[in-house]
């Protein structure tokens, strides 16, 4: 069951985020705080097993599943671990302009502003364009992570695809908690 807000323990935003939350808050339909990042990839993929590794590793990334909140002290973030983010997976290996049409998914959706104190600020698809041809597309708020934390996302979800295509039991460590 959904909590409100003030039943969750609020933690300050950091001094980046801090100036990130005002930034967007004066430019509310601004969406220059959305990163986003494209990994295309040319051979054979287990998509089920792909979405698996992309699942646990989404569930793993507790900052993707932060809200935000104006409090009478000013700006405060939760998190809500019940609410994790999972993979969209789109299948356009069908349509002979699939590859155009998932270029023109994944920017509209980098350029929808978001609001941080409502929308998920993180969405991952996977669209499939064939049987040797995927896009993974990552979009996340600046708030909840950077480059940095996206490309520690695509690690994982690499190593983790690696263990359940080879059937490790070891899956390796998990992504570090956000708090």
Excluded at 132 to 160: F, N, P
Aim: net charge negative; glycine share 6%.
């Amino acid at each position: 069951m959904f909590s409100s807000p003030s039943e969750l323990p609020l933690r300050p935003l950091t001094e980046a985020q801090e100036g990130l939350w005002y930034a967007q808050r004066l430019d509310p339909l601004n969406p220059i705080f959305n990163t986003g990042h494209c990994t295309h990839i040319h051979s054979a993929l287990d998509t089920a097993l792909f979405a698996q590794a992309i699942n646990l590793t989404l569930t793993e990334a507790e900052a993707l599943t932060l809200r935000m909140v104006d409090t009478p002290d000013g700006p405060a973030q939760y998190l809500r671990p019940q609410e994790p983010i999972q993979l969209e997976i789109v299948d356009l290996s069908a349509h002979a302009d699939g590859a155009e049409q998932a270029q023109t998914q994944l920017m509209a959706d980098l350029r929808t502003p978001l609001d941080p104190t409502v929308a998920p600020l993180a969405r991952h698809i996977l669209f499939v364009l064939g049987p040797k041809h995927h896009l993974w597309y990552q979009r996340i708020h600046h708030l909840a992570a950077d480059g940095y934390g996206m490309a520690l996302i695509e690690t994982r979800v690499v190593k983790l695809y690696k263990a359940l295509l080879s059937g490790r039991e070891d899956h390796g460590h998990e992504l570090e908690s956000f708090t």
